[in-house]
């Protein structure tokens, strides 16, 4: 088992400004099989997801575009981000004026992957490590959830939480580059962008992506 997972991602990542949002710097790594590879070496566990912590994906770099450019969205609120990943869309959300944010992942990795690049962009983060699905959404200003719709049974149980979210009141952003199980009904599309990614992570090396809000 990893002793340090900070010291983990600092070995095997560099930091790195995504091409879609440079304003944001992260600690990412260059390839997605050698980090994933050591990281289930490292855990002792095959079969692992990818550590999505180790990339700035399409759906996150769209919705941190979206938030930056359109600060009114975030200004004074509370957040929560949803499958933060990098914590990039977090980043961003505190850089365009948010009162607060809550990351979440279930990916221990995750919690030490966001205090280092919070750290690095100057901004304040919080963070939980719970299933946020297994309750109803936290009382929150803003949702976003970005490049959450790659597995269907994931997929449909955060539709539905998110709607549930959106019926109590928060304001809900999807950032997705069209994964197959993105719902195709009762969102409204906001934006969209050319982000420029790579074919070690996608089937294009430019994926056209949309942020959403629940209709």
């Avoid at 855990?43 to 450019?69: S, T």
């Avoid at 969205?73 to 980043?91: L, N, P, Q, W, Y």
């Avoid at 944010?101 to 990916?107: E, H, K, T, Y």
């Avoid at 430019?206 to 942020?211: D, E, Q």
């Amino acid at each position: 088992m990893i002793a340090d997972r900070r010291g983990f991602i600092l070995a095997n990542t560099r930091l790195q400004h995504p091409s879609h949002c440079p304003e944001i710097a992260l600690h990412l790594a260059d390839e997605v099989t050698p980090i994933w590879r050591m990281t289930e070496e490292a855990l002792g566990e095959l079969g692992l997801p990818p550590p999505f912590w180790a990339f700035a994906w399409a759906g996150g770099q769209a919705l941190a575009r979206y938030l930056l450019d359109h600060p009114e969205e975030a200004m004074g609120k509370r957040v929560v981000d949803f499958a933060t990943g990098s914590g990039v869309v977090a980043i961003a959300v505190m850089k365009a004026g948010a009162l607060s944010v809550l990351a979440n992942d279930v990916d221990g990795f995750c919690r030490d992957a966001v205090g280092l690049n919070a750290a690095v962009n100057g901004v304040e983060v919080d963070f939980t490590d719970r299933d946020l699905l297994d309750a109803p959404p936290p009382e929150a200003d803003l949702i976003l959830a970005g490049d959450i719709c790659y597995e269907k049974p994931l997929a449909e149980r955060v539709e539905a939480w998110l709607r549930a979210a959106h019926a109590a009141g928060a304001r809900v952003l999807i950032g997705d580059p069209g994964r197959s199980y993105f719902p195709r009904t009762g969102l409204i599309q906001l934006a969209e962008y050319e982000v420029p990614t790579s074919r070690d992570l996608e089937d294009q090396e430019i994926k056209r992506t949309g942020v959403w809000t629940v209709a």
